[in-house]
């Protein structure tokens, strides 16, 4: 697998956020969202290939309890097989995997019930070149978010279409995101108060604290 860096930081998305967490990102994606806070990570020949036993070995001296594995996209195709199992010889850690959702969640097979899953639902200003998998919602539980990137009023009103027409097809925690934390953050949360919508609110807590340059 090509590794980009494993670092210790605090989770700051999904169901784990503000917990101690290491950090495995891999080298990869098939898509290029513009506020994307990770182009360093989309060649991957300009990172080491690693073994996932190796993987396990750097991931165990950190002793944190929580690991997430991001990306990049950490589902392409090539890295399936190596991601099994690393996911196999990191468990019984609390396992996370961040996806853009484009990907089949199923192709983890086994293990995909040692993981939780934090899933990105492309809106349109993300330009996604590649649609989001709608048969992924089946196979999300209520441990995994399915998390909506909200950049503007049209993206809120793309997403609040999504998850009431989502309600009731999927398990999944729906979060409402703000692209940016300053500036549409305080009107985004009064939007899914106001919509009434069966969403959570959730912040990038990492860029709270460490500000927009830290990508996790």
């Not at 990570?41 to 993987?55: G, L, R």
């Not at 996911?87 to 019984?92: E, F, G, I, N, Q």
């Not at 959702?101 to 990105?120: F, I």
Request: proline share 5%; with cysteine; glycine share 6%.
């Amino acid at each position: 697998m090509r590794i980009v860096e494993i670092f210790d930081s605090i989770q700051g998305e999904g169901r784990y956020t503000g917990y101690p967490t290491t950090f495995v990102r891999l080298a990869g994606c098939n898509l290029r969202c513009p506020w994307c806070d990770t182009k360093y990570a989309y060649d991957v020949d300009k990172f080491p290939d690693i073994s996932p036993q190796k993987i396990a070995e750097k991931v165990k001296k950190y002793k944190q309890h929580n690991v997430a594995i991001t990306g990049g996209e950490p589902l392409l195709k090539e890295n399936i097989e190596e991601l099994k199992d690393l996911v196999r010889r990191l468990y019984p850690y609390t396992i996370s995997i961040f996806t853009n959702g484009t990907m089949d969640v199923s192709n983890l097979g086994e293990v995909r019930d040692q993981v939780s899953l934090v899933v990105d639902y492309k809106l349109k200003s993300a330009k996604p070149i590649v649609p989001f998998l709608k048969t992924n919602l089946i196979g999300l539980r209520f441990i995994d978010d399915l998390k909506f990137v909200v950049a503007s009023m049209a993206d809120f009103y793309e997403a609040e279409r999504a998850i009431k027409r989502m309600y009731g097809h999927t398990m999944a925690t729906f979060t409402m995101t703000p692209a940016y934390n300053k500036g549409f953050d305080i009107v985004l949360a009064e939007k899914i108060v106001q919509h009434r919508l069966p969403a959570v609110y959730r912040r990038q807590l990492h860029k709270d604290i460490w500000g927009e340059k830290r990508g996790v």
